[in-house]
């Protein structure tokens, strides 16, 4: 019999093992003497970088749509713990250093989460859609990601209405799995993040304009079969062009995933086959 970890005995060892990596992160971090950024401004800096607007509310499987309701509830908590951070250069953004920990007693609600690999539910689940807009906005500029997460190895959930690439997303549990950038530039950035009814809304400004412009796209998507098994894959790619020039100065690769579907793929095993078959010419 395969030996089971300490977290695994029981739901009391389990919250042992959290309160440990809790404890550790917290003490890497007063060691490290990292500057982490914390100034608030209710100026906006003057430079739009990027924005995207995040459809709060979406179809996700056969989950409790009462989790979505709560999901937007626990944004509008958090967003202004974020909203107006000013990273200055040297400084590192940490969601869950401004944000803090999740709990009932701060007005966040049960949402969804992912454990192990399965849908679940848990105090400010949910918030990982914060980070989410965070990452896709960063991506599209010259900040550094020093700590990021993702579901690479599952998709979980069928696509609807979806708008950024598959696999640019982030998982964060507090506050072991954090969201981390740091500003190695030399001119301030800033995020502004608020709700609205439908949308979680996000900006990141600037100073200045960049001499650079940033471009991700999604390449070699498909889903395969594998034994019983169904997987999806695809590039995620990044493209740096020079605004003066026009010309792509760099093409980097960020990530490739092969996610294994964990949701019903009756149609997308049709489909892969019916493409088997066109290929053959059958």
């Not at 990021?148 to 506050?175: K, M, W």
């Amino acid at each position: 019999m395969e030996r089971r970890l300490f977290c695994e005995i029981s739901p009391f060892t389990y919250w042992i093992s959290v309160r440990k990596m809790i404890l550790a992160r917290k003490v890497r971090d007063l060691l490290a003497g990292t500057a982490f950024a914390r100034q608030r401004d209710g100026a906006a800096l003057p430079e739009v970088v990027y924005r995207h607007n995040s459809l709060i509310r979406r179809k996700l499987g056969n989950v409790d749509l009462h989790l979505q309701e709560n999901k937007a509830v626990s944004l509008g908590i958090a967003a202004p713990l974020v909203n107006g951070v000013v990273i200055r250069p040297g400084e590192t953004f940490s969601f869950w250093q401004l944000v803090g920990r999740c709990t009932s007693a701060k007005g966040y609600r049960v949402g969804l989460t992912i454990n192990n690999g399965r849908a679940e539910s848990g105090v400010g689940g949910g918030l990982c859609q914060f980070t989410n807009l965070l990452h896709w906005m960063v991506l599209h500029s010259e900040l550094t990601i020093v700590e990021h997460h993702h579901h690479g190895e599952l998709d979980l959930f069928p696509d609807f209405n979806r708008q950024i690439p598959f696999g640019t997303g982030t998982s964060i549990v507090y506050n072991y799995l954090d969201y981390r950038i740091r500003n190695d530039t030399d001119q301030n950035f800033q995020f502004l993040v608020h709700t609205k009814d439908e949308h979680l809304c996000g900006e990141l400004r600037a100073e200045r304009p960049s001499a650079l412009k940033f471009h991700i796209r999604e390449e070699d998507a498909y889903f395969y079969e594998s034994g019983d098994e169904v997987y999806r894959h695809n590039r995620i790619v990044r493209l740096t062009r020079d605004k003066r020039t026009g010309n792509v100065i760099d093409t980097r690769e960020i990530l490739e995933n092969n996610a294994l579907v964990a949701y019903d793929r009756t149609l997308i095993t049709a489909e892969i086959r019916a493409d088997s078959r066109a290929a053959v010419g059958i």
